[in-house]
């Protein structure tokens, strides 16, 4: 009986699955993430381990985390031979960053705690939760000091967007917050297997919160950008509005020199904190009177 001459169909990759197959590509990724010879590098979606295998060479440990079962499973035999490669099936958003990078029990005596190890973040990051990973990454900062990802080539430009541009947004002021972002390389979707329907972008974030140099709180700061940027076509005074009392906000515009037509994406981070700290502290006098 002969065999069926149909073709079986082949499945589609899953949202996010574009595979980097450009080598150069590759190398200039690694080295944009400096010395690892004596570093510890996560690795968020491996995939099939194309910078993974150039990792094993320079960094001396790996931590590849890969949500697909399979892709997963295939690594493992790939790197089970290799002994500073260790392969987590699981999804990044819900990875234990205090298990994998804090200090393990036993290893300090009380009250000679050490500071975590630095982490460098390397990977191909899914374009639908971008915005996700990163603030997760940011809010377990202790951990890291520097990523170097994979972009949507629009995601990569709001994030290096400057204040008074159109790309300027939320997302802007909330990654040049914590990081001083530097956009690398753009490829082609011809670097990728399958090819995406956008270009993509190489972008270096090195961590340094300016939030004590601003003198500002973090969660405070964080929820106060939110509402400035919730409307991006209102004007700042009717963004803030809704928040905050209109002789309060008044005030705090005169005192911070911001015009109540203002729109958020034109203020620089130092103007908007300006505007928040004038904001609580006409909101700590209003209580004490």
């Not at 996010?16 to 993430?33: K, P, S, W, Y």
């Not at 205090?98 to 990051?125: C, D, H, Y």
């Not at 020199?257 to 103007?271: F, H």
Request: hydrophobic residues 40%.
């Amino acid at each position: 009986m002969k065999a069926s001459s149909a073709r079986v169909p082949q499945k589609k990759p899953k949202l996010g699955q574009h595979f980097l197959t450009d080598t150069v590509a590759t190398i200039r990724i690694v080295e944009a993430l400096g010395d690892l010879s004596r570093a510890t590098v996560l690795e968020i979606g491996p995939g099939r381990g194309v910078l993974t295998s150039l990792l094993v060479r320079r960094a001396r440990r790996i931590i590849a985390v890969e949500t697909d079962r399979v892709l997963a499973a295939q690594l493992r035999m790939k790197f089970s031979l290799t002994p500073n490669v260790e392969i987590i099936e699981g999804d990044i958003l819900a990875v234990d960053f205090q298990t994998l990078f804090g200090p393990k029990p036993g290893s300090t005596r009380p009250g000679m705690e050490q500071a975590p190890e630095k982490v460098s973040v390397v990977g191909n990051i899914p374009y639908f939760i971008t915005s996700e990973i990163l603030l997760r990454l940011f809010e377990h900062r202790t951990f890291f000091d520097t990523f170097v990802l994979m972009l949507q080539k629009e995601v990569a430009d709001r994030l290096a967007a400057r204040p008074g541009t159109s790309e300027y947004g939320l997302l802007s002021a909330t990654a040049q917050l914590y990081a001083k972002v530097e956009k690398l390389l753009t490829l082609p979707p011809a670097a990728f297997s399958p090819p995406p329907k956008v270009h993509s972008t190489v972008v270096r974030l090195a961590l340094s919160p300016k939030l004590e140099t601003l003198q500002v709180g973090e969660e405070e700061f964080v929820r106060f950008l939110k509402v400035s940027f919730a409307q991006k076509r209102k004007t700042l005074w009717n963004n803030l509005k809704s928040q905050y009392p209109p002789d309060s906000l008044k005030r705090a515009m005169g005192k911070a020199r911001i015009q109540p037509a203002a729109r958020a994406e034109a203020l620089t981070l130092e103007q908007s904190a300006a505007l928040f700290r004038a904001l609580s502290n006409d909101a700590g006098n209003s209580k004490r009177t």
